[in-house]
């Protein structure tokens, strides 16, 4: 990892890890104005015992009513933005120096709703991704002597480390979630053992807070890692492009591909039923469009998880 990897922009990684989806349950509570309408939301690397980056304007966004106001308060400071016709509101913190004091990050609607993360520390923050190497968990390496030293010391370390969930997705989404949200250096075990032993060094040079933003996914092909932009710009891999726009519902390639499909499969229907009333075997089924026919299992069938 060097210093072009890291990042200010805390959003970036939303669109880098293509992963996941929706928001924190760590994160403080959230008070309604109107249980009908939408609920001011954070982004989900905005919880308790949050780093932010430090020497750089300082991006938080979320969630409220669409037109409603939203303040963003850290100290003395406080920036303003109105929510857009979807409800996505940003601002941008002006420049904070490194501190080692927690401080609260407050965000507020004119309609009372409220919410705080506590804890919050201002350092470096830098972004660890990858597969199974970097998801390697720090207690089951050869970094756990370190991870343990951290979980006894009876300073307050301050490197942590914020880890989102895994999940797939062909676009890039909004939310991720996390169900740990930003653990502190008493749970060091539980952190990537390559983003462990970065983080610690750099604490030891610079003497700031360290945060790492860990987005693993173990076992991946790097066409995974690839952006859609990154097919369809390339000739030789445009065939991949065509069939990732086949599986997006909103385009046309899409609909006349599922359109063909189920012509197909209606007369797979009539033709197999003559077939095997005739004593003979089904004819081979059509294949689904685009990559969906990858997502069956051995079985021929689908293997999702249903939340």
């Known amino acids: 990892m060097n210093k072009s990897m890291r990042i200010g922009n805390l959003q970036a990684v939303v669109t880098v890890m293509m992963l996941a989806v929706t928001v924190l349950t760590p994160c403080p509570a959230v008070t309604r104005a109107d249980d009908q309408i939408q609920a001011l939301e954070l982004g ?12 750089m304007p300082v991006p938080v966004w979320g969630w409220a009513r669409p037109g409603s106001k939203v303040s963003v308060t850290l100290g003395a400071q406080t920036q303003t933005a109105a929510a857009d016709v979807r409800g996505s509101w940003r601002v941008k913190l002006d420049p904070l120096k490194a501190s080692l004091k927690e401080r609260e990050l407050k965000v507020t609607t004119p309609a009372g709703e409220s919410v705080t993360c506590t804890g919050v520390l201002v350092g470096e923050v830098w972004f660890a991704s990858g597969q199974s190497n970097m998801d390697w ?6 970094c756990r002597d370190l991870a343990n030293t951290m979980q006894r010391s009876k300073e307050d370390i301050p490197v942590r480390e914020y880890n989102a969930d895994m999940g797939s997705s062909l676009f890039p989404c909004e939310r991720v979630t996390s169900e740990q949200g930003w653990k502190k250096a008493d749970q060091a075990g539980s952190f990537s053992a390559l983003s462990l032993a970065f983080a610690w060094d750099l604490y030891q040079t610079l003497k700031v807070p360290i945060g790492i933003v860990r987005s693993t996914h173990g076992a991946t092909p790097i066409e ?15 065939d991949i492009a065509f069939r990732i726009r086949q599986s997006d519902p909103s385009t046309q390639d899409s609909t006349q591909a599922y359109n063909t499909f189920f012509e197909d499969l209606k007369q ?7 077939i095997i009333n005739q004593g003979g075997n089904a004819l081979p089924r059509p294949t689904l469009p685009g990559i969906a026919d990858d997502w069956k299992g051995a079985a021929r069938m689908y293997n999702f998880k249903i939340a």
């Open 137 to 142: 968990t720090a207690g089951k390496s050869m």
């Open 44 to 55: 989900s690397p905005f919880v308790d015992n949050a780093i932010l980056q430090r020497d």
């Open 224 to 238: 995974t890692w690839t952006p859609y932009e990154g097919y369809a710009t390339h000739a030789r891999l445009q």
């Open 268 to 274: 797979w229907q009539l033709e197999s039923e003559k």
